[in-house]
């Protein structure tokens, strides 16, 4: 896999991040809210605006587009799995789009697209915490809930795509419990109006009602994990997301695995990558073969 620079962007539910990566390090990049409720189409716009003018400021012309989006993604196209996060995306032809906003046809610019977890979980399983491991499973918890099972340096995504998809497993439970929107939902129905942070912030200071949701949230991520153990048995999970990385949600959790049987419980590791492991990811999957 060879070291050129390639264009790279991560849609999530509230963030875009548009980059230039070589390797396993982001070079530049712009940062962005999700129009989300604009729909796709200004989703497209806000990443022509932020791929225009990081292009301009480039030492180095990249060699492909690498796309992550959440949701389903397949043959160019996505397919929101959160209808609330990403409202309008209903087989959206992402790719498609992105060719015509950014000219790439003309510039001779191949682009790919994956889903957002599974691009972290190969990110991570070539660069990061997965390195070396004849299986990881990423999950991250952040806006949403997602994950991505890589074998070796292979990223399995299933036979339409969906594999990794952890939040929705038991009809979109965890998700329900343990994603930064679930958090704030659940604050409040207990009459707290905060965001996912200020409740992460509140629970570090041992304020009862913030606690008693993260350790909720940690306990129906530990159950989920189990589940994860029966089905594929990784040798490792790599946890990430703004939630996930959290020292005090990471602690919840720890102490939730400590009801679990020691024989169901996998080791849990936190992202290496941090928030660049989706651009990292992508960008690895955009030149493979190179």
Same mark, same amino acid.
């Given at each position: 896999?060879?070291?050129?620079?390639?264009?790279?962007?991560?849609?999530?539910?509230?963030?875009?991040?548009?980059?230039?990566?070589?390797?396993? /390090?982001?070079?530049? &990049? !712009?940062?962005?809210?999700?129009?989300?409720?604009? @729909?796709?189409?200004?989703?497209?716009?806000?990443? +022509?605006?932020?791929?225009? =003018?990081?292009? #301009?400021?480039?030492?180095?012309?990249?060699? $492909?587009? @690498?796309?992550?989006?959440?949701?389903?993604?397949?043959? @160019?196209?996505?397919?929101?799995? =959160?209808?609330?996060?990403?409202?309008?995306?209903?087989?959206?032809?992402?790719?498609?789009?992105?060719?015509?906003?950014?000219?790439?046809?003309?510039?001779?610019?191949?682009?790919?697209?994956?889903?957002?977890? &599974?691009?972290?979980?190969?990110? !991570?399983?070539?660069?990061?915490?997965?390195?070396?491991?004849? =299986?990881?499973?990423?999950?991250?918890? =952040?806006? @949403?809930?997602? +994950?991505?099972?890589?074998?070796?340096?292979?990223?399995? &995504? %299933?036979?339409?795509?969906?594999?990794?998809?952890?939040?929705?497993? %038991? %009809?979109?439970?965890?998700?329900?419990?343990?994603?930064?929107?679930?958090?704030?939902?659940?604050?409040?129905?207990? %009459?707290? $109006?905060?965001?996912?942070?200020?409740?992460?912030?509140?629970?570090?200071?041992? &304020?009862?009602?913030?606690?008693?949701?993260?350790?909720?949230?940690?306990?129906?991520?530990?159950?989920?994990?189990? /589940?994860?153990?029966?089905?594929?048995?990784?040798?490792?999970?790599?946890?990430? +997301? *703004?939630?996930?990385?959290?020292?005090?949600?990471?602690? #919840?959790?720890?102490? $939730?695995?400590?009801?679990?049987?020691?024989?169901?419980?996998?080791?849990?590791? #936190?992202?290496?990558?941090?928030?660049?492991? *989706?651009?990292?990811?992508?960008?690895?999957? #955009?030149?493979?073969?190179?």
């Amino acid at each position: 896999m060879t070291r050129v620079p390639v264009l790279a962007m991560d849609v999530g539910g509230t963030k875009l991040a548009v980059a230039l990566v070589r390797g396993a /390090d982001v070079i530049d &990049q !712009e940062l962005a809210t999700t129009p989300a409720n604009d @729909g796709p189409e200004a989703v497209v716009a806000a990443l +022509g605006v932020a791929a225009t =003018s990081l292009l #301009a400021r480039a030492a180095e012309a990249p060699v $492909a587009l @690498g796309v992550a989006c959440a949701g389903l993604v397949r043959a @160019g196209k996505v397919r929101a799995v =959160s209808r609330d996060l990403l409202p309008g995306w209903d087989d959206f032809p992402l790719v498609e789009r992105l060719e015509r906003a950014l000219a790439l046809p003309a510039l001779g610019l191949p682009v790919v697209a994956l889903n957002d977890a &599974q691009a972290a979980a190969y990110g !991570e399983a070539l660069h990061g915490a997965g390195r070396g491991r004849g =299986s990881s499973f990423f999950v991250t918890v =952040s806006t @949403g809930v997602g +994950g991505g099972f890589v074998v070796g340096d292979q990223l399995w &995504q %299933g036979a339409t795509g969906l594999a990794g998809h952890l939040g929705h497993v %038991g %009809g979109g439970v965890l998700e329900r419990m343990t994603s930064g929107t679930a958090l704030e939902r659940r604050a409040a129905e207990f %009459g707290h $109006a905060a965001t996912a942070r200020e409740i992460v912030a509140a629970a570090e200071e041992r &304020q009862p009602w913030a606690r008693g949701l993260l350790d909720g949230a940690a306990a129906a991520l530990a159950a989920a994990l189990v /589940d994860v153990k029966y089905v594929v048995d990784p040798e490792v999970i790599v946890l990430g +997301g *703004g939630v996930g990385l959290n020292p005090t949600f990471r602690a #919840a959790l720890e102490v $939730a695995f400590l009801s679990v049987d020691e024989a169901l419980r996998t080791p849990v590791v #936190a992202a290496e990558l941090g928030a660049a492991a *989706g651009l990292v990811g992508v960008a690895a999957w #955009a030149t493979k073969g190179r």
